[in-house]
């Protein structure tokens, strides 16, 4: 029998956010000030037209809490890192479905994990779709990309080592944290939807702890750091 290592996997972590009712009820209440005109240059998300700042509202401040303990889960348990770091929120936003518009595939550049918090998710909402951009298993680099559509499709059976795209349906009060590295976005699930998918969306960057800067790797706290204008 041949063995097989199936190397390099990306790991997604799901988990349902307690009291979302509440956190949902209170993010309502200011939604008003994170609303947003949707134009061609900013159609899906706030980010660009809003201050991405929505978790320096006090009354989430116990929603972003939870938010970084499911991060520590992730990064400590799941991922296995030393207990090191400091975790910082740097930007959240909106993100909006409500047509058949989609994001593209896109990474946040500018931080370590990234986490989308589902608010509200009608019938046939989008799903969040991720794509690998070293499928090195698909061989040909067009030998997985067109999904069926046609009698050329060189892959008898998709499958997870040899697709180079996964996607996940949004549920309601569930937060999803993934590499901000990772290239991510939506695709329209059905032109039968109606209502409004909302998620808050957010970047997190991981600070070596004050007893670990002699680590080569790794941010030091901005209070180090010396600020030039």
Not at 23 to 45: A, G, H, M, Q
Not at 197 to 202: E, F, K, P, Q
Request: net charge negative; with cysteine.
């Amino acid at each position: 029998m041949p063995q097989i290592y199936n190397a390099f996997p990306t790991t997604i972590f799901v988990e349902k956010i307690s009291d979302h009712e509440k956190y949902k009820k209170r993010f309502y209440e200011l939604y008003p000030k994170y609303d947003y005109e949707e134009n061609d240059i900013s159609n899906t998300v706030s980010e660009g037209q809003v201050d991405p700042l929505i978790h320096l509202e006090p009354t989430l401040d116990p929603l972003f809490q939870e938010i970084v303990d499911n991060v520590k889960v992730y990064v400590h348990d799941v991922l296995r890192f030393k207990n090191i770091f400091n975790f910082v929120i740097t930007k959240t936003w909106l993100s909006r479905m409500r047509d058949d518009k989609y994001i593209p595939f896109h990474i946040h550049s500018t931080s370590h994990i990234s986490f989308v918090y589902y608010l509200n998710t009608p019938k046939n909402s989008h799903k969040l779709s991720f794509q690998n951009p070293h499928c090195t298993n698909s061989l040909f680099a067009t030998s997985t990309s067109d999904k069926g559509r046609y009698e050329g499709n060189m892959v008898e059976e998709y499958n997870d080592l040899n697709s180079s795209t996964f996607f996940l349906h949004p549920q309601e009060g569930f937060i999803l944290l993934f590499p901000s590295g990772l290239p991510h976005g939506t695709e329209t699930v059905s032109q039968d939807f109606n209502g409004e998918r909302l998620a808050i969306v957010g970047d997190l960057t991981l600070i070596l702890k004050k007893e670990y800067l002699h680590y080569t790797n790794g941010y030091v706290d901005q209070k180090y750091w010396r600020k030039y204008e």
